[in-house]
């Protein structure tokens, strides 16, 4: 399949800038896919589409505040750095820009002088790898101190609240991207979801920086996908088993919370506790293992995130869907609106 045949128009304004509030009032555009109908409703309504049969998977990574500035120690020449994944304790592959700045040997320092990196080599990708040194026992409290959110490029807005950028129960420290299906969940919702006796499993993968690099071949099928951590722990496993056994339906919340329940379906036959690396690429064709529902958002055109979509419904009606929500003018992207496909 072409890269061209998941495009979409989309105009500049319906990209969605700032968040709703309250988180469940954005709207919701939801797919059933048995009858080819869509319902146009709102976040909250989610419960009219649960049973007390149903599990609903989240995702519980946590985006860190990854980005840095800071200066090159000798030269005060300004810098950025944006950290991707922790190779060892205090090595992490890194993004700097300007890249030129970032010569292996290379020593930088953030936060006016709390934190210290020195570029230890450069990697086929571009990207760098950094040893920090810092007083305490992890780095984590530091980024917390001086780091910025990594908002995606298609956000232009200051977000004045970072908390805005996280799901409400988000826990594992790892992401340098939200799970933004998750987004529009408030507390009190997930409480309502509860009640109702639908069951709540969580599952971790912390989200790359590849989440938004554009797929570049013609022919999606030479595109390699970016690899991302993940974890599934025996009891979300047990009830996704258990769901099943009592003829329910597993719903994941996100293409991240999808990626890595078919990851652990496809890698060990089985859904059961894994801890691994995943770089699956789920397009048309793919055949689904795991999950009968799927709630997220509006996707890019010719991203990744929008072939998963097509895979799990019809790469042509998902289209003509994208086409109906520009028509009915939804939000789209990170802050935008939510689609529940059923």
């Known amino acids: 399949m072409k890269k061209e045949d998941f495009y979409y128009d989309l105009p500049k304004e319906y990209i969605a800038q700032t968040p709703i509030e309250p988180r469940d009032h ?28 149903d599990c609903l998977i989240l995702n519980d990574t946590r985006v860190l505040p990854a980005r840095l500035y800071g200066i090159k120690e000798g030269t005060g020449a300004r810098v950025e750095f944006l950290l991707l994944n922790q190779k060892e304790k205090d090595v992490w592959e890194v993004i700097t820009g300007p890249g030129k700045r970032a010569k292996e040997g290379t020593k930088f320092t953030f936060g006016d002088g709390i934190l210290h990196a020195e570029v230890l080599s450069v990697l086929e990708n571009g990207n760098r790898l950094a040893k920090f040194t ?40 790892g992401s340098a991207a939200a799970p933004t299906a998750g987004l529009h969940f408030t507390p009190e919702l997930l409480q309502k979801i509860r009640d109702k006796g639908v069951k709540i499993g969580f599952v971790t993968l912390h989200v790359g920086i590849g989440t938004f690099r554009p797929v570049k071949a013609e022919n999606i099928e030479d595109h390699h996908m970016h690899s991302e951590h993940y974890h599934l722990p025996k009891e979300t496993a047990d009830l996704i088993n258990q769901t099943k056994a009592n003829g329910g339906r597993v719903i994941a919340v996100g293409t991240t919370s999808c990626r890595t329940l078919e990851s652990v379906a496809t890698y060990c036959g089985e859904i059961r506790e894994a801890d691994d690396w995943t770089s699956i690429f789920i397009y048309p064709g793919y055949k689904f293992k795991c999950i009968d529902g799927l709630l997220t958002n509006f996707h890019l055109p010719e991203s990744t995130l929008i072939m998963l979509v097509s895979a799990f419904y019809d790469r042509e009606k998902v289209l003509e869907i994208y086409k109906t929500a520009v028509q009915e003018k939804y939000r789209f992207f990170s802050f935008g609106d939510a689609m529940l496909i059923l």
């Open 26 to 53: 954005s709207r919701m555009l939801v797919v059933h896919r048995s009858q080819d109908r869509i319902e146009h409703r709102h976040f909250y309504d989610i419960l009219d589409y649960l049973t007390d049969k």
């Open 134 to 173: 810092y007083e305490g026992d992890t780095i984590f409290p530091v980024l917390e101190k001086i780091g910025e959110m990594p908002l995606p490029h298609y956000i232009s807005k200051k977000l004045e609240n970072g908390e805005r950028y996280q799901t409400v129960y988000s826990k594992e420290l």
